[in-house]
């Protein structure tokens, strides 16, 4: 049974929640109590003990757990050129149940990614730490820069540059993540993925009719998101490999979307060119697995165990999942992840580490009883 690694059969989204050194020690720095450098060096050691009980677990790849983060997308944006993070009345989209702190970015300038972005420096970190074990990156997609300062923002007012100027904002964006791509190649990523709500978004009807009353052309969007992945396709190293995880909202076990991906199937899985997507099927919310029929030669992670409830899933109605995705998509090019990372923001999911890493521990065992080469 062949299979091009990474993704690996069984894979996890990134984040991971936050130990108690960590959280103190953020909380210390918030309040000016701890220097940068004195957080910075509890952030290796901690990263570093995660990295073990990744390895220990089962994984064949390994991240930070996005603990240098507060959010698993706005520290990266608002670290970009051209970008400020604010303060706002409110989040952004409306999740069910309890709300995130209320913060945002907005477009302020040219839109740029330079070496001295955080995150390169947060790289070589973890890269150091990995040792030999390969990393995976995460980072958000392009889309969600554009959803978030444009698509969501009702009374959004472009800068002068791209003001009635949509093509060069797109272009801009485009060549930041190509940078940001070629920029961690170089300093040794191997293994990048880009985390992406906007899509689960225009899986709802709840979501699509409040941006179309915004009077956004989500058709037309939704071919410009699909353009700009293409183009950082097309100008990463061919050995990168780049996957998109499509989320309908992660923050202390609730969500924000609901609805099925055929809405969007045929433009997103029929013409976007990662070489795989993660996608959630935890849940009813997610729809069943036949849009997965426009999917070209690409791999797919099914994300069947959820990251938000300690619950173990049943392994039996694990499998028939798997073998009913497997008629749209040949079984060697699936495989298995949670639906999301346990702390997509610093708060977490309502379970404990242990109950954690079970669910890492349930993926691997399945994993290995379904594919030969897991």
């Not at 050194?21 to 957080?39: G, T, V």
């Not at 009635?164 to 904002?169: A, F, I, P």
């Not at 173990?312 to 992840?337: G, M, N, Q, T, W």
Request: glycine share 6%; net charge negative.
């Amino acid at each position: 049974m062949a299979h091009i690694l990474p993704p690996f059969r069984a894979d996890h989204l990134g984040s991971f929640l936050r130990t108690e050194k960590i959280a103190n020690a953020r909380n210390l720095f918030n309040k000016n109590l701890i220097s940068k450098e004195e957080l910075t060096k509890i952030e290796d050691e901690e990263i570093a003990l995660l990295v073990e009980a990744e390895k220990k677990n089962g994984l064949k790849a390994v991240t930070d757990g996005e603990f240098r983060r507060a959010y698993w997308h706005l520290d990266f944006l608002a670290g970009l050129d051209g970008i400020e993070h604010i303060g706002a009345k409110n989040w952004s989209t409306h999740f069910e149940g309890v709300q995130p702190k209320a913060e945002t970015v907005r477009i302020a300038g040219k839109v740029g990614f330079s070496e001295s972005h955080p995150f390169v420096e947060a790289f070589d970190r973890i890269k150091k730490i990995a040792g030999d074990t390969l990393v995976k990156y995460t980072i958000p997609s392009p889309s969600m820069l554009y959803q978030i300062c444009v698509v969501r923002t009702k009374d959004y007012e472009p800068i002068e540059l791209y003001k009635n100027n949509d093509e060069q904002l797109f272009n801009d964006i485009a060549q930041a993540w190509i940078d940001c791509a070629n920029i961690l190649y170089k300093h040794g990523c191997r293994y990048l993925q880009i985390d992406d709500t906007s899509w689960g978004e225009f899986c709802s009807t709840e979501k699509t009719a409040l941006y179309s009353g915004y009077g956004r052309d989500l058709k037309k969007i939704q071919e410009e998101y699909v353009k700009v992945i293409n183009k950082i396709v097309a100008a990463k190293p061919k050995d990168l490999t780049l996957t998109m995880h499509i989320c309908r909202g992660n923050f202390r076990s609730t969500w924000f979307s609901s609805g099925g991906y055929e809405p969007v199937a045929e433009l997103l899985f029929g013409h976007c060119s990662v070489d795989g997507f993660f996608l959630e099927y935890d849940s009813d919310r997610a729809g069943d697995f036949k849009p997965l029929r426009f999917i070209k030669d690409q791999t797919v992670v099914l994300g069947l165990i959820t990251s938000k409830f300690p619950e173990l899933e049943d392994k039996k109605a694990v499998k028939a999942r798997i073998k009913e995705a497997s008629e749209y998509v040949p079984l060697e090019h699936l495989c298995l992840s949670t639906q999301c990372g346990f702390s997509s923001t610093e708060e977490g999911n309502v379970l404990s580490h242990e109950q954690q890493w079970a669910k890492i521990r349930l993926v691997v065992e399945i994993a290995k009883e379904v594919w030969a080469d897991a």
